[in-house]
């Protein structure tokens, strides 16, 4: 039990590193987009640079709220960063400590979750600029979930099975993304909507809502949020890769491949971000309800009736 309790610190500690880095490589990734520098003055390259933001945020004054929900306000950032922490759980490795038949499941239990940190951040602020980012949030969050599931639901289809890593096998000859590549760019533009990125990034509308549900936090809870955000843009990552591209045929040569996979998909997240401006939110409502529901609806009809034919006509 103990050994196990520091493989899982271990994982957790490393999971908080890469999000650290992920973000010296978006703002590097940003500035060459607009051509200009990133942080290249704190350290070689400016690599110790996310190490000196997070010792900053954490040494600064936290800011005390009269009128806020105490409790909840502060308990918002660690239940965000906690069910983050808990998604990348489903990662399996020599060291994994839990075994997921049903990781799929598990996935869409602990991400539907997420949407109640943001909801109890932006009402337990007691502004108004983080409870309307947070209504927008969460309305953005539900409607897109709804499409993701019958994405999910496609590609679960296609393996009968909802382990991830028995999905990510099934790959080894074919990958999922030859054979659905429309539905594939639909879950990328689903992950970034999932995540409140740009361009759908409302729930943090700074030129309308200052910083949305985030406006009240401050030095360490703030680094919370963010470390729950960017947790979440690495795993979202992570899933596409298992669902869309799979693995290799040796253990190490899938390793390597596999986290390149997944920088690669990590990185389009930066790219759309310095590529698109910000869409209208009645647009985003409209691209889930009256695009993506019905195309992926019809994908699923087509994924489960073809899977069906094939079982019938082999039996």
Not at 158 to 171: A, D, G
Not at 230 to 248: D, E, H, Q
Not at 252 to 271: D, G
Request: include cysteine; charge should be neutral; charged fraction near 10%.
């Amino acid at each position: 039990m103990l050994l196990s309790f520091c493989w899982m610190i271990i994982s957790y500690i490393c999971v908080l590193l890469a999000v650290a880095f992920f973000t010296l490589l978006e703002r590097k990734g940003l500035g060459y987009i607009q051509i200009r520098k990133g942080p290249n003055k704190v350290g070689f390259f400016g690599l110790i640079q996310p190490l000196a933001d997070a010792l900053k945020l954490f040494l600064k004054e936290e800011s005390n709220l009269y009128n806020s929900n105490k409790m909840l306000y502060h308990g918002a950032p660690v239940l965000s960063l906690i069910l983050s922490l808990c998604l990348w759980s489903l990662y399996w490795s020599d060291f994994s400590l839990w075994y997921f038949k049903l990781g799929a499941m598990f996935f869409l239990c602990v991400s539907a979750l997420n949407v109640y940190g943001t909801m109890i951040a932006g009402w337990a602020s007691n502004s108004k600029y983080s409870l309307l980012g947070a209504l927008r949030a969460v309305a953005q969050t539900i409607s897109y979930e709804v499409t993701l599931f019958l994405v999910l639901l496609s590609i679960l289809g296609l393996s009968n099975s909802m382990n991830l890593n028995y999905i990510s096998f099934c790959q080894i000859n074919y990958w999922n993304f030859m054979l659905m590549t429309p539905l594939s760019l639909m879950w990328l533009v689903i992950c970034i909507a999932e995540t409140n990125r740009a361009p759908f990034d409302f729930a943090e509308g700074e030129s309308e809502l200052v910083s949305g549900f985030n406006v009240e936090y401050g030095s360490g809870s703030f680094a919370l949020l963010f470390l729950a955000e960017y947790a979440s843009i690495l795993f979202m990552s992570m899933v596409t890769v298992i669902l869309f591209i799979g693995a290799g045929e040796t253990w190490i040569l899938t390793n390597f491949l596999f986290w390149i996979e997944v920088t690669i998909i990590a990185f389009s997240f930066i790219w759309v971000r310095g590529s698109f401006p910000r869409l209208r939110y009645d647009l985003l409502m409209k691209l889930t309800w009256l695009s993506f529901l019905p195309v992926s609806l019809l994908i699923l009809f087509w994924t489960l009736s073809n899977k069906f034919l094939t079982n019938f006509i082999l039996t």
